[in-house]
T-cell receptor
Framework: KAGVTQTPRYLIKTRGQQVTLSCSPI?????VSWYQQTPGQGLQFLFE???????NKGNFPGRFSGRQFSNSRSEMNVSTLELGDSALYLC?????????????FGPGTRLTVL | KNQVEQSPQSLIILEGKNCTLQ??????????LRWYKQDTGRGPVSLTI?????NTKSNGRYTATLDADTKQSSLHITASQLSDSASYIC??????????????FGKGTKLSVKP
């Protein structure tokens, strides 16, 4: 069974640009969550999508948005990039029915903002 | 404020030795507690998930304990191997209706196992 895949793996952007990251969950998983990981803050929850609906959101500005497609694939968009957005962005998928479901993480997208 | 604190921040041990990592949390309400292992440049991998009623859970050489009264957890690694070198992250899930909950992450303990 293929794991969670994320594309691209590495990305370099400049301030003010926007970026779109993609996540393909494990087959059969309906929940996709996104996280930001930085050395100073650790892992922080961005949002969760389930059956194309955002059902949970962390404390990030509106520049961070996402969506989920009917095949459960998800995209995350960051507009008007700032230097502080440089981070590893991880997505995780789960069956989604319960808070006890195990989450499986992808390898992440390393975003560098210059 | 919901917080998860881990100690130590970093740890160096010799191959074959045992070690214990600590996690204290102030998350409420509580749903479950998870330990993840994250290798450099990779996504975290789940080691254990424990609910309120579980005191101990093992996964090979990894044994996690949970004391829900004192809000403390530990991860014990037995007979360490070089491949155990990684960051270990403690995560507490607080329930949120209609979703898989809110995961509150600790900042991790960076473990280095030396030959």
């Amino acid at each position: 069974k293929a794991g969670v895949t994320q594309t691209p793996r590495y990305l370099i952007k400049t301030r003010g640009q926007q970026v779109t990251l993609s996540c393909s969950p494990i087959s059969g998983h309906r929940s996709v969550s996104w996280y930001q990981q930085t050395p100073g803050q650790g892992l922080q929850f961005l949002f969760e999508y389930f059956s194309e609906t955002q059902r949970n959101k962390g404390n990030f500005p509106g520049r961070f948005s996402g969506r989920q497609f009917s095949n459960s694939r998800s995209e995350m968009n960051v507009s008007t990039l700032e230097l502080g957005d440089s981070a590893l962005y991880l997505c995780a998928s789960s069956l989604g029915g319960s808070e006890y479901n195990e989450q499986f993480f992808g390898p992440g997208t390393r975003l560098t903002v210059l | 404020k919901n917080q998860v604190e881990q100690s130590p921040q970093s740890l160096i041990i010799l191959e074959g030795k045992n070690c214990t990592l600590q996690c204290n949390y102030t998350v409420s309400p509580f749903s479950n507690l998870r330990w993840y292992k994250q290798d450099t440049g990779r996504g975290p991998v789940s080691l254990t998930i424990m609910t309120f009623s579980e005191n101990t859970k093992s996964n090979g050489r990894y044994t996690a304990t949970l004391d829900a009264d004192t809000k403390q957890s530990s991860l014990h690694i037995t007979a360490s191997q070089l491949s155990d070198s990684a960051s270990y992250i403690c995560v507490v899930n607080t329930p949120r209706g209609g979703s898989q909950g809110n995961l509150i992450f600790g900042k991790g303990t960076k473990l280095s196992v030396k030959p």
